[in-house]
């Protein structure tokens, strides 16, 4: 069985020097979100080295939509055939890894399925280096069986378990905000003099990319209810959500000017530096809120009460409202008027979350655990 390469990217000029090639296995659907790969890409542009990236994902019918932003900026898209099991997902991948000459494979593959099954990720990257793979970094959580790659990074930490007692086949564990990765320009723009205004009205909305569980329109009407022009918020989802909710929520932004929709774009570190209130999901986002020093709302999708969303709240960056299905339109206004008028509230969230996070998780994962492979 060989695997399904994206042909149409390759007579396009890699924006990249073709230096180190570095696969990355990842997923990216409707189902999954786009998390695990806008970290790949952050963790690409992020490396003090030229790099080559490929992204090895199981074959997805909306992939050109779900992967336009990688494409876009030079990457190899690489797709599995449908329904392989974990095995032969793995000769496959180390194959092409051997047929790049790539000395690195990173995985971000905690996904939801993966949380159903915590100990399947700990047998695929078993099987991955049984079949002689250069090196495997993985991307991990908390919540998993073990870890069983060549280093594991557990970027949200869980206080009360003690991770490295999971390690297994000799994995190295490495826990902590400060191995979180982040994209360049929201590391750029964790150095901003951050000036919380007392007069507060700017609001940005990013609950997840896709909102599989619509609560971007709740919000929405939400923030409908105030006043005309009292607000100024901006609504962002990506263009691979479901044609009926992208419709919902351009809807109930077209009638008022002051609610702008705008699809997922390059410059989301400057939305947060723009606004004075974010709201966001539990997924990665919320962690941009808090790097930027951006006082945040958050309301959970489905990950309720997890010890992953324990871990963040701890950090004191953001009020949490609880779980989306669970609150309403009129609490959620009635919360982002209630810290919109408190100066002080916004204040102490803005400072914790940039006193937790500086930004610094791949130079720091470069220097401990990567330099020696790219010499």
């Known amino acids: 069985m060989k695997y399904k390469r994206d042909l149409n990217n390759d007579n396009k000029k890699n924006s990249y020097k ?16 786009f998390g695990h790969i806008i970290r790949c ?18 074959y997805d019918n909306e992939k050109d939509i779900n992967t336009k932003i990688l494409v876009q900026k030079g990457w190899t898209i690489i797709m599995h055939p449908e329904n392989i099991d974990d095995h032969t997902d793995a000769v496959l991948t180390v194959k092409l890894i051997r047929d790049l000459g790539a000395k690195l494979l990173v995985t971000d593959l905690v996904h939801s399925e993966m949380l159903r ?22 991307i991990e959580d ?20 003690d991770l490295t007692q999971l390690a297994l086949d000799e994995c190295h564990v490495v826990v902590g905000f400060k191995y979180f990765i982040f994209h360049p320009k929201f590391v ?5 003099h951050r000036k919380i205004r007392k007069k507060a009205n700017r609001i940005l909305v990013s609950i997840a990319g896709t909102d599989t569980y619509r609560i971007t329109p709740k919000v929405v009407r939400a923030l409908a209810s105030f006043p005309n022009e009292t607000i100024e918020a901006k609504i962002l989802l990506s263009t691979g959500s479901a044609a009926d909710l992208l419709q919902e929520v351009t809807n109930l932004c077209k009638h008022r000017g002051e609610l702008d929709f705008l699809h997922f774009r390059n410059d989301m570190a400057e939305l947060f530096l723009w606004a004075d209130l974010s ?8 962690y941009e809120a808090a790097i930027t020093g951006t006082p945040n709302l958050m309301i959970s999708q489905f990950d309720h009460d997890s010890l992953p969303i324990q871990s963040f709240l701890k950090i004191g960056s953001a009020k949490y409202l609880g779980p989306g299905e669970n609150i309403s339109e009129h609490d959620i206004a009635a919360a982002i008027d209630t810290l919109l008028n408190d100066f002080e509230a916004r204040s102490a969230l803005s400072k914790a979350g940039k006193k937790a996070l500086d930004g610094r998780g791949i130079e720091r994962i470069f220097n401990e655990i990567l330099k020696n492979i790219f010499q």
């Open 117 to 138: 099954q915590p100990s399947r990720l700990v047998n695929y990257h078993r099987a991955l280096k049984a079949e002689g793979i250069p090196f495997l970094l993985s």
């Open 41 to 58: 890409l952050s963790f690409a542009e992020s490396l003090p080295v030229p790099v080559s990236p490929f992204l090895v994902m199981h």
């Open 279 to 286: 709201i966001t999901g539990e997924g990665f986002v919320k």
């Open 142 to 161: 908390c919540r998993m069986a073990g870890f069983a790659s060549d280093t594991a990074i557990v970027p949200i930490p869980c206080s009360q378990l």
């Open 18 to 33: 073709t230096h180190y090639p570095i696969v990355f296995r990842a997923e990216v659907s409707r189902k999954f979100g």
């Open 188 to 192: 750029v723009a964790s150095k901003v």
